[in-house]
Every structure is written in structure tokens, then in C-alpha cells.
């Protein structure tokens, strides 16, 4: 589900308090695909939030309430998630720093208790600065890549609508499910031990 069109820049603060104010009622996948669409955040304002790591990409947590939770994720050249779900849960991306690839995936079965799936690539999309994207919920299990050709480091923004804390991740080459428990690298600007993050 991705658009492309022209939008407004605003610092990543003013960003979220947008977020913020939309009611609970009207948290609806369109409605902040929609805001997404409209606002995009400009890039020096999320230095205190960025995180990058050689080893993983890095969930790097920037607000959360009881409606949503919203995080940078950082990731070097050549990194890439697990394919995954989101809990039955919105997501929407967007990608201020650099750009990314979305893979998509149908999950034809799924017996998570025996830890085995079936899964068939569907479609890839870029995300990019003009070009938010939102999961679709009927096919809802991706990885996101930034491809090596790609050269440079990307930043992208993550909304759960609701937050979640767990989520099941799949091995499509080896049919294999199964869950795991999800952390943030650093928290509100801050690593796990207190440091200030920033470059």
C-alpha cells in the first residue's frame, strides 16, 4: 500500500505530537497513512534518537502511549530484519534518512506451535523520504533491506498501532516459525545504560 507524492517537513517532535492529537477513534490505518503522507520529518531533528550498529539494525524508541508506539530504526548497508508479523497490529514506515526495500510475503500456513510456515514473496516495494508506506493487514508479514546497492545508511520511522512487544518471525527458505520477544536499543534518546545517543 504505497503512495507518492510531495510533502511538508517537520521536526520529528512536532511530528509525533501530530500523532499525538489524533483521537483514539480515528488512529484508523488511512487516517496516518494519510498524515504520513502529509508531514515528513526532517532529518536533523532525529539526530538524539539515531543508533547505528555494525552487528543488527538498531529499534531505537521515540514516544509511546497506550495507543501507539513510534521508533527509528537504523540500519547500515546491507542490513535486513527477519521476515515478520506485527501482531495484528497497524504499521505504518517511512523512511527520512536514505531509502529501503520492502519485501512482502503471503503466508499461505502457519502451525506456530510446530514452528512450521508456508510463505510465498508476493511483492517489493522502495520506501523513501516521498514514499511512506502502511502493512497491508490482510498481507501483513515483510522484511525490510537496505540493499547493499543502495551504498548508504538509511533511518526509518516505524508507528504500531497498538504497541506490541512480541511478534513471530519466519524462515521462508526453511519453513520454520516461531516467536520472539522484541527490545529497543535505546530508549527516549538514551541507551540501555544511561548514555545519550547522538552522533
Not at 517537513?9 to 496516518?32: C, H, K, M, Y
Not at 510446530?114 to 502493512?135: D, F, H, K, Y
Request: proline share 5%.
Amino acid at each position: 500500500m504505497e503512495k507518492q507524492v510531495s510533502i511538508t517537513q517537520v521536526s520529528i517532535s512536532d511530528w509525533v505530537a501530530g500523532l499525538a492529537a489524533i483521537p483514539e477513534r480515528e488512529f484508523t490505518l488511512q487516517n496516518v497513512q494519510d498524515y504520513m503522507i502529509a508531514h515528513a520529518v526532517k532529518p536533523e531533528t532525529l539526530e538524539q534518537y539515531l543508533f547505528f550498529s555494525k552487528g543488527s539494525y538498531t529499534r531505537n524508541l521515540i514516544f509511546k502511549n497506550d495507543i501507539f508506539e513510534c521508533m527509528a530504526i537504523c540500519w547500515e548497508v546491507g542490513q535486513s530484519s527477519r521476515v515478520h508479523n506485527h501482531r495484528d497490529q497497524n504499521c505504518w514506515m517511512t523512511t527520512p534518512i536514505g531509502r529501503l526495500h520492502v519485501e512482502n510475503f503471503h503466508l499461505v500456513h502457519q502451525d506456530l506451535q510446530g514452528g512450521r510456515c508456508r510463505l510465498e514473496p508476493t511483492s517489493t516495494v522502495e520506501m523513501n523520504i516521498s514514499q511512506p508506506c502502511a502493512v497491508d493487514p490482510a498481507d501483513p508479514v515483510h522484511r525490510v533491506v537496505n540493499p547493499r546497492e543502495f551504498n548508504e545508511r538509511a533511518v526509518s520511522l516505524h508507528v504500531y498501532s497498538r504497541p506490541f512487544d512480541t511478534c513471530v518471525v519466519y524462515s521462508p527458505e526453511q519453513g520454520t516459525c516461531g516467536e520472539i520477544q522484541l527490545h529497543f536499543n535505546t530508549m527516549f534518546g538514551k541507551t540501555n545504560a544511561g548514555k545519550t545517543v547522538g552522533h
